[in-house]
């Protein structure tokens, strides 16, 4: 089970973590991952994280803004999401399959486990 927290409500330019506590041992999850989906528009990928940190994927749109860590020892995945622009704007879901990233790639229909999601917003 997975479950995301730190969402909210922030201004252009700021800056928010969101977390995602995995229940059980992550070190079985190999890969880790967020997702989102604003309104009206199709889910986007956003970064991915392989099991021990070291190998990160970002999709284009967050690159050098968004930061992708995971805590094997808290069994929690981290999002820091810097410079945040309205198009940020999104409901962000946690991922995580016991593949490693180049095998889930970036459909989030290949993740065996997902969170409830929680609320961005930037004005």
């Known amino acids: 089970q997975l479950v995301e927290s730190g969402g909210g409500s922030v201004q252009a330019g700021g800056s928010l973590r969101l977390s995602c506590a995995a229940s059980?041992?992550?070190?079985?999850?190999?890969?880790m991952a967020w997702f989102r989906q604003a309104p009206g528009k199709e889910r986007e990928w956003v970064a991915s994280?392989?099991?021990?940190?070291?190998?990160?994927y970002y999709a284009d749109s967050v690159k050098g803004r968004f930061t992708v860590s995971r805590d094997n020892a808290q069994n929690t995945v981290y999002l820091q999401m810097n410079s945040l622009k309205p198009e940020d704007t999104a409901v962000y879901y946690c991922?995580?399959?016991?593949?490693?990233?180049?095998?889930?790639?970036?459909?989030?229909?290949?993740?065996?486990?997902r969170g409830q999601g929680t609320q961005v917003t930037v004005s």
């Open positions: 059980g041992n992550t070190d079985s999850l190999k890969c």
């Open positions: 994280i392989d099991s021990g940190g070291s190998t990160t």
């Open positions: 991922v995580a399959d016991p593949r490693s990233c180049r095998v889930t790639g970036v459909d989030m229909g290949n993740f065996r486990y």
